[in-house]
């Protein structure tokens, strides 16, 4: 990481007033960070499960299982996939949930949800699956109506998490749960140091080769640093009204898995 | 995370293995059913569910209509004998929930039958696949019959020729009247040395 990433990282993390929120290491007008973002997935959608692979060396479908394990979903239970893009969580849940069970996939962006539909339908995956577009900061569900959540590498894009994660909380049935996965702070000096050289040398580039969008990756990283750590966004889901919230650490903490429950 | 990588591994596996079945394996009655297998061996538990004719593999249990707690040998065992009840009453197995499920998730494994030979000639071809499976056959032939030797030699050994190899106390005792031979050689040299001695000098 440059000396000026190194700055921006600590004074930017907590300096963004009611108007502004981060894009990145930058500051922009809440208003402009929905269109930025999605820019950013448009651009990115028809390679993102390549690049997805490729940026974690297949390790993403890993974590994904962890999560589906951790969410304890039974047949016939309702599930959000929330901004479940290309539908890796929603193939999983629709098998487990059954014909008596829903998943919602949602997004808050079309090509996502495009490129999502095309692969689930391709999977012969059709019978229990809705798609939506929607913004998780307002969710157009009814007050609880679902039995398990689940946003993966979804919520540090979402311009107020507070609001998203209230918005969830609304939407979950008492005894429903959600589950969080998304890039946090690795626990080890030496991890940290190498995964912070990967992200601003190796993956824009990366990103530059395959998707011919090297932007997008930077910003990708650079959103990975602004997301709060473990402790916080825990902190965050207690202060939404969750309940016996916990997170759990994947791969050294480059990943953790949040849950928190509405009772 | 090491879990969740046999998991995903075993999934590929079992349904890469039903669909290579020479005939279809219809999974209707299993469907949306699970049956979880905690093994001794392993700290985690295995959850086998169905859904539409695939198996899903998770680490979720509290979604299962039969639990199976045993041991990888008993695992074994059921698969060759369906011996289920005579395990559950020699303890090698418990069982809770609906005891047809575990049935007929043994009954599939015992009835699978792979013509491996036709799979590979899908691969490689004909010639080379025919080739590979005489070289396997001699392989497992010359492997069986080393075995077979081995076991011989072994029961020889023990039947036989352990009663005749030498003791430890024997070899001993037999140094030990090597050694006596031996002073005894010595002593007769001695004298020997002085009689010739005092011949001499007379």
């Known amino acids: 990481m440059s000396d000026q990433q190194q700055n921006q990282y600590p004074d930017t993390k907590n300096s963004t007033s009611d108007n502004t929120t981060h894009f990145g290491y930058k500051t922009i007008d809440k208003k402009d960070k929905v269109s930025m973002v999605a820019g950013v997935f448009h651009s990115v959608a028809k390679q993102y499960d390549v690049m ?81 577009q929607a913004n998780a900061q307002y969710l157009p569900f009814e007050d609880n109506s679902f039995d398990i959540v689940t946003i993966a590498f979804g919520l540090r894009n979402v311009t107020d ?26 626990e ?16 824009p580039k990366i990103g530059e080769l395959v998707a011919k969008d090297g932007d997008s990756y930077q910003y990708l ?25 916990s997170f759990k650490n994947l791969t050294g903490g480059v990943v953790a898995l949040h849950k928190g429950y509405k009772f | 995370m090491l879990q969740q990588a046999f998991f995903s591994s075993l999934e590929l596996l079992i349904n890469k293995t039903l669909s290579l079945n020479t005939t279809p394996i219809g999974l209707n009655k299993l469907e949306q059913k699970t049956l979880t ?16 004719n695939k198996v899903l593999v998770s ?54 039958n792979i013509d491996w030979q036709s799979e590979l000639a899908l691969h490689i071809g004909d010639v080379p696949t025919h080739k590979l499976m005489q070289l396997g056959k001699k392989v497992v032939n010359k492997l069986q019959f080393s ?36 002073k005894q050689v010595d002593e007769i040299t001695t004298r020997i040395n002085q009689l010739t001695k005092g011949l001499a000098n007379t």
């Open chain 1, 188 to 203: 080890y000096e030496l991890l940290n140091k190498a995964y912070d050289f990967y992200s601003f040398n190796i993956l």
């Open chain 1, 52 to 132: 997805n692979d490729l940026m974690s060396f297949g390790v993403h479908r890993l974590w994904k299982r962890f999560t589906i394990d951790a969410s304890g979903v039974r047949p016939g239970n309702k599930v959000l996939d929330l901004a479940g893009g290309t539908g890796d969580l929603t193939a999983k849940f629709s098998q487990l949930v059954g014909k008596n069970g829903k998943v919602v996939l949602a997004d808050i962006n079309s090509s996502m949800l495009n490129v999502g539909r095309d692969k689930l339908r391709d999977k012969g995956l059709v019978k229990n699956i809705n798609y939506v």
């Open chain 2, 147 to 182: 075995a077979k030797q081995i076991q011989a030699d072994a029961s020889e050994y023990i039947v036989h020729e352990k009663r005749l190899v030498v003791t430890r106390s024997q070899i001993d005792h037999f140094n030990q009247q090597v050694d006596q031979v031996s």
């Open chain 1, 221 to 245: 990283a650079e959103s990975i640093r602004m997301h709060p750590d473990q402790e916080t966004l825990k902190t965050m889901m207690n202060d939404a009204g969750f309940e016996q919230t």
């Open chain 2, 59 to 112: 680490g979720l249990t509290n979604r299962a209509d039969c639990t199976l707690k045993t041991s990888m040998q008993t695992l074994q065992e059921l698969k060759t004998n369906q011996q289920l009840t005579e395990l559950i009453k020699q303890d090698k197995l418990d069982l809770t929930g609906d005891i047809k499920i575990a049935q007929q998730f043994a009954s599939i494994a015992e009835n699978l």
């Open chain 2, 37 to 52: 297998i905690v093994l001794s061996e392993l700290n985690f538990p295995i959850s086998l569910s169905v859904n539409n």
């Open chain 1, 161 to 186: 998490k507070d609001m998203a994660l209230r918005s969830i909380y609304r939407v979950l049935k008492p005894g429903g749960r959600l589950l969080v996965l998304e890039f946090s702070k690795p």
